[in-house]
Nanobody, 124 residues
Framework: VQLQASGGGVVQAGGSLRLSCAGAGRIDSILYMGWFRQYPGNEREFVAVVDWTGWANPHQAYSVKDRFTITRDYAKSTVVLQMSSLKPGDTAVYYC?????????????????WGQGTLVTVSS
């Protein structure tokens, strides 16, 4: 499975950005696709996840709930993270990830496949 993330950039506080993650390869074997973000010197933290098969509802971290929405386009093998009401604290490198194994959807260790990071910068 290969993942290609896109859509990062610079935006003012209160603005919106759309991140996209396109999957290739054995996407049919995927259970979860999610987004994580990483601040300098920190571990990657959970942002949002969608169940690729649709069995469970999407889930967002509390810090982004009501601001970020994750959706999947099964036909295009793509997951989108729509971010709105962005804050300077959302500035980070964002990574998309995919997992074929069952486990905690919120735990980065569940995910075997990672896309390259995309930088989101929110200016105040």
């Amino acid at each position: 499975v290969q993942l290609q993330a896109s859509g990062g950039g610079v935006v003012q506080a209160g603005g919106s950005l759309r991140l996209s993650c396109a999957g290739a390869g054995r996407i049919d074997s995927i259970l979860y696709m999610g987004w994580f973000r990483q601040y300098p010197g920190n571990e990657r933290e959970f942002v949002a996840v969608v169940d690729w098969t649709g069995w469970a509802n999407p889930h967002q971290a509390y810090s982004v709930k009501d601001r970020f929405t994750i959706t999947r386009d099964y036909a295009k093998s793509t997951v989108v993270l729509q971010m709105s009401s962005l804050k300077p604290g959302d500035t980070a490198v964002y990574y998309c990830a995919a997992s074929r194994q069952r486990g905690s959807r919120l735990d980065r260790r569940t995910y075997e496949f990672w896309g390259q990071g995309t930088l989101v910068t929110v200016s105040s």
